[in-house]
């Protein structure tokens, strides 16, 4: 009974102890979600320290990538920890049921309602998975209306898995796969002026592929007027929100997507394996089953996704996760994570030879931002690269190939990163600067 009280009890009593020194800080509200560079307003230094003290995280090597798993701050591991606990106890007995007052399916239920409140999402939208990964493979691999011939487009900024998900409706259902690239530098007209013409040349576009924030270089295209551009065409689009969700200001219904795969474990800081599709209630009938699944009624989007035993604790965790982002509040987060890339994106922008991937336009960029060394043309230039930071100055910055205009190495701070930290990137930069020349 005590097991079972304080399960009970521990998403109530952590959240509000668990940020300890945040209240003061988190008085005032930020002013908008369409932050200005300044920030103006934003405690920087003191959501600094309040920040960085939340996590537990080793600094032997200073991790600057935050695109592949966020963390969870001391708290969250603490409810995690306990929910293993609580979930080896109590084993089958829970998961068949058999503990009064805790059915399964209502204990996740609080955890897709807490995802729901977080994009803005009805509940019965939302489904629990393993990863956005396994999400988007979900719903390309699943979407009913392909024909043969029917096109399929996706660019070069999409996630490498996704892209093989996008090929696959070729070889399994006959689609004609179009793949494009946006130019460099990226630029808001650019980038529309590229949708556009993909989509006016492929009068059999049917579905398109879109990257709500680029793994490989940071960019945040313009999410709401592309969807605007294929639904006017006809063409559904797949938004891939792995790395927005968590990160930055998200409302489902004012993107305009019907079907979006995202992470909780990158920048919600969930446990690891947690993501989530959403199918718009209206669109369920056009993702298919998942392998034909009848487990689940077909008017059911649980039935949209595998339905294997899961890491049932990591899932009874979301709740806390989405409670201590309320608590910090994804405007101030949003604001302050761009804050660290200004710091480091601002001193290394005018060292000789060093090439940032994004250009200083508003809204076009998050926390992410890739950089290039002159001279680094090659997928394993940039991997020798990564091991020059990593061994030498023990820093974890990122090889990442796929752009056509040439790898980049991906600079990905998080919430425990610190302006000292950043300072040692800016200094290990200039000191690499002529390592292909």
């Known amino acids: 009974m005590t097991d079972r009280r304080r399960f009970l009890a521990g998403a109530a009593a952590m959240p509000g102890a668990a940020l300890i020194g945040f209240q003061g800080l988190l008085a005032a509200p930020a002013a908008s979600s369409a932050l200005p560079p300044s920030y103006a307003g934003l405690d920087f230094a003191g959501m600094q320290r309040r920040l960085v003290a939340a996590y537990d995280v080793d600094t032997a090597v200073i991790n600057f990538d935050a695109g592949y798993y966020g963390a969870m701050t001391r ?67 699943n979407y009913r209306d392909i024909k043969p011939g029917d096109a399929v487009l996706y660019c070069d900024i999409d996630y490498d898995e996704m892209q093989c998900a996008m090929d696959y409706l070729e070889t399994s259902r006959g689609a004609k796969v179009v793949r494009f690239s946006l130019p460099e530098p990226h630029s808001r007209a650019s980038i529309l002026a590229t949708y556009q013409k993909m989509l006016d040349e492929t009068p059999r576009a049917k579905l398109l592929l879109l990257t709500h924030v680029s793994n490989r270089n940071g960019l945040i295209p313009p999410v709401v007027e592309i969807i605007a551009m294929a639904k006017a065409r006809g063409v559904d689009v797949i938004l891939d929100s792995a790395q927005a969700v968590g990160q930055m200001p998200f409302d489902v219904r004012a993107t305009g997507a019907n079907f979006v795969g ?32 009848r487990v689940y009624p077909a008017d059911d989007i649980i039935s949209r996704l595998p339905t294997g035993t899961a890491d049932f604790a990591a899932r009874l965790t979301i709740p806390m996760a989405v409670a201590q982002q309320e608590q910090i509040g994804i405007d101030r987060k949003f604001a302050h994570l761009r804050a660290l890339r200004d710091h480091w994106v601002s001193r290394a922008a005018d060292i000789p030879g060093v090439t940032i991937t994004l250009p200083p336009e508003p809204d076009n960029y998050g926390a992410m931002t890739g950089f290039r060394l002159r001279g680094m043309h090659t997928p394993e230039q940039a991997k020798r690269a990564q091991a020059v930071f ?43 600067r002529k390592l292909f020349e």
Request: aromatic share 8%; hydrophobic share 45%; proline share 4%.
């Open 75 to 141: 708290a969250v591991q603490a409810a995690y920890v306990e929910r293993i606990g609580w979930v080896n106890r109590y084993n089958s007995t829970f998961l068949r049921g058999g503990v009064p007052g805790k059915p399964l399916a209502g204990e996740l239920n609080k955890a897709r309602a807490a995802v729901a409140r977080t994009i803005g999402a009805d509940m019965e939208e939302v489904a629990l998975c393993g990863g956005g990964t396994d999400a988007l493979y979900a719903l390309i691999a």
């Open 262 to 293: 995202f992470s909780l474990h990158k920048w919600l800081g969930a446990p690891l394996g947690t993501g989530g599709i959403y199918i718009n209630k209206k669109r369920l009938s056009d993702i298919l089953p998942w392998f034909g699944n």
């Open 390 to 432: 990593l061994e030498k100055h023990k820093l974890l910055v990122v090889a990442k190939a796929g752009l056509k205009a040439g790898p980049v190495l991906r600079v990905t701070p998080s919430l425990f990163n610190t302006t000292a930290q950043l300072d040692r990137l800016v200094d290990a930069i200039k000191t690499e």
